[in-house]
Structures are given as C-alpha cells and as structure tokens.
C-alpha cells in the first residue's frame, strides 16, 4: 500500500492551509479592530466586553444544528457558502463607516451574525479535515493548521496595533472580508472529497434533525475522555473569556499602552507566540503522552499563569506572561479538538464537535466574557480578570478527579505493554 504524502506536498491539504490562513489572518484583524472600535465609539467596558461574549454566544443558538445539517450536507459547500456570506456581512461596517452611518449596534449586530454563520463553516471543517487527511494525521494536520495561527497571532497584532494610529478600525474590517472571498476560492478548488457518501439518509425534517442532534450529544456524554475534555474547556473558556473581555481596557487603563501602536500590538501578539510553541510542540508530545495527560499536565499550567497575567506590573511583564499563558492555554484546547476528530465516527464528527465548541466555546467563553465585563466595571480591571481566572482551577480539579486518570494509565500501560 502506497503511504500518503506528506502534507506539504499534498495539493489539497495545501489549499486547505491556505484557505484556513487566510481566513484566520483576517479574523485576527477583526478580533483586534471590532472591540477597539466599540471602545471608540462608546468608551464603555461593558459594551467592549460584549463584543468578546458576542464571539461565541451565537454557539449557543445554531452550534448544535449547524453541526448537524452539516454532517448531512456537502461540507465544501457548506464552507464555501459561509464563507461568502461573512465576506458580505463583514464588508458591510467599513461601507457603513465609509457613509457616515455607523453605529454601535450595527457592529454588535454584525458581530452576532457573523459567528452565528461562521458555525455552519465550523461545523462543516470539524469533519472535513479528517476526511481530507485520514485520522492518523489528524493532530499533525492540526498542529499544522495551529502553527499557522500562532504565527498570525504574532505578526498581525503588532501591525494591526500601528495601523490603528492611522486608519479607522471599520476601514480594517475590509481586510477580514477580502480573506472570507479568498478562504472561499481555496476551499472550492479542493478537488478531494470532504465528506463521505450520505446515501440511505432519511429526509431532512425537524423530527430527524433533533435526533441528530441527539445522537451526537450522547456519544459525547457517554465518552469518558471526550466528556471530560469538554467540561474542562468549558471552564478554561470562561477564563479566557473574562481575560479578553477586559483586554483592550486593560491595555488602555492598566498597562497604560493605549489602543494603537506598536506595545498594544506586541502585548497582543504575545500570545501567538505561545500558541505556536504549543502547536509545534503537540505532535511530538502525542508520541510520548496519551492526550488525557498532556491535558492533566497543561491545565494546572494554565490556570495559575492564567490568574497571575492580569497582576503584571508593566507591559513587558505582561507580554512575557502571555507567551507563557499561550502555551498552555492552546495547547490544552488543540490537543482535545486533535482528540475529538480521532476518536469521533465520521457520520458523528460535525455534531460531536460543535456540540463540544459549544459548551466550551459558546457557554464557557460566553459566560466568562459577561462576568468578566461585569466584575471589571464594578471591581475594577485587575480584579475581574482574576476572579474569572479562577474558573480554571476548578478545571484543574474535575480534570484530575475525572476517568483522564484512568485513560492515561491504560495508554501508558499498553504503551510499555504492562497491565494498569
């Protein structure tokens, strides 16, 4: 049997990297642009905050469905579709700006819809990579696709931070629509297919629908290192969620770098780098390592460089902090998306996943992002990003009082080829 090429030098993939490069370059400028322009506009930490809880709350609504339609329809097109619709909806703030209309409801607005479309993408990727690579390279696929992001992490911030001093953040946002179009052209000349056959399905009705739906939620309760994984991302989510509610505030009022220039960029920046030491470093743990220990090992990791972060006396502090924040934070949600997709049936892998992404992502993030918003305004910066930091302590706790345990001794036992 002729072995796969690597993935480099397969065509496919490569245009699957690309897509997912481009796609994540302009959602990096957004992510940065969006909540600064909401601080501009309004000069108010809850509504800057929203914009964070505004990221992921949309899993709340369609993460579930759009997981489950597509696993029944054609993932390229699927991703494609939203692909496009996003280049539209994205486009709309700088033209808005452009007309002098611009409000801070529209921007939260598009920010809503935005993700609420993006779900259907996520959904569709989730099961499209490991159909496109094979399961056994799934996580190196993934670390692939992560190094990339790290790497946008790194270099985009600090550039978006100096374009910030001379260009309106809406005028930034066409750059995000521009990559959906290209994400969307490199996605349509994968020539392989990114789903298998959907033959002998019953008709698409409400009824059959929620049993989908159904059926993925119970695989993921029944499946003890999946279950865990997810419940424990939940909790590192809504850490994370509070830290970066308050970011650009926290730059702004604390660490007195302002919303534009080069340390805003690098402060943010930071944590790309930490992303991408996690992302590389991955594949090579995984060989070592079952991935319910690399998780019972980063998690405690993350949780205290999580909580001592936001007591950074400087910038540079805080910068040095993120990087090593990253690191464990990514690696921690990389290794049990590589997880879910090897471990998931293909039939399953849509609605697995976004059933995972949205107790992780929608709730966790969601959750975190409103307290954070609310504890800041009231407290003060500091002391909410601390408070919700705690979340993942809790985290730490579940991880290692869960079946995690068990599941890594049984891979180190067959590993060594001793009994548990």
């Avoid at 994540?24 to 506009?41: D, H, W």
Wanted: glycine share 10%; net charge positive; with cysteine.
């Amino acid at each position: 049997m002729t072995p796969p090429p690597r993935l480099r030098d397969d065509p496919d993939f490569r245009r699957y990297f690309a897509a997912r490069a481009l796609s994540t370059t302009g959602s990096m400028v957004t992510a940065i642009a969006l909540p600064v322009l909401v601080y501009r506009l309004s000069g108010s930490t809850v509504l800057t905050a929203a914009v964070t809880a505004l990221e992921a709350a949309p899993y709340l609504l369609t993460g579930l469905f759009a997981g489950a339609l597509a696993d029944r329809w054609n993932r390229r097109r699927v991703m494609v579709s939203a692909d496009l619709v996003n280049a539209v909806l994205i486009g709309s703030v700088p033209v808005a700006q452009l007309l002098g209309v611009l409000t801070v409801a529209q921007v939260l607005v598009v920010a809503f819809v935005v993700q609420a479309v993006y779900t259907f993408f996520d959904g569709a990727n989730f099961g499209a990579l490991p159909v496109l690579v094979g399961r056994a390279r799934v996580a190196q696929a993934n670390s692939a696709v992560w190094s990339a992001s790290s790497l946008i992490e790194l270099f985009v911030p600090p550039l978006t931070g100096l374009a910030l001093a001379v260009v309106n953040p809406a005028g930034l946002l066409a750059l995000d629509a521009l990559s959906f179009v290209a994400s969307a052209l490199a996605v349509r000349g994968i020539i392989r297919a990114l789903s298998e056959s959907r033959e002998g399905q019953p008709p698409l009705r409400p009824r059959v629908v929620l049993g989908d739906i159904a059926e993925g939620i119970v695989y993921l309760a029944r499946h003890p290192g999946v279950r865990t994984m997810t419940i424990v991302g939940s909790l590192q989510s809504f850490a994370g969620g509070g830290f970066m509610a308050l970011i650009v505030v926290w730059c702004d009022r604390v660490l007195h770098v302002g919303t534009s220039g080069l340390r805003f960029g690098l402060v943010w920046g930071t944590w790309g780098i930490g992303g991408l030491i996690a992302a590389l470093a991955l594949p090579r743990l995984l060989k070592r390592r079952a991935p319910a220990a690399i998780t019972l090992y980063a998690l405690p990791a993350s949780a205290a460089i999580g909580v001592l972060t936001p007591l950074s006396p400087g910038w540079v502090v805080a910068a040095l902090a993120l990087l090593l924040w990253g690191s464990s934070y990514v690696l921690v949600i990389v290794n049990a998306v590589s997880y879910r997709q090897q471990v998931t049936p293909e039939h399953l892998l849509g609605r697995v996943n976004t059933a995972g992404r949205m107790l992780s992502w929608g709730v966790g993030w969601t959750l975190g992002a409103m307290v954070g918003g609310l504890l800041g305004n009231e407290l003060g910066i500091r002391t909410g990003m601390v408070l919700v930091g705690l979340a993942s302590f809790v985290g730490v706790i579940v991880a290692w009082t869960s079946p995690l345990r068990r599941i890594a001794a049984e891979h180190d036992a067959a590993a060594t080829g001793h009994a548990p």
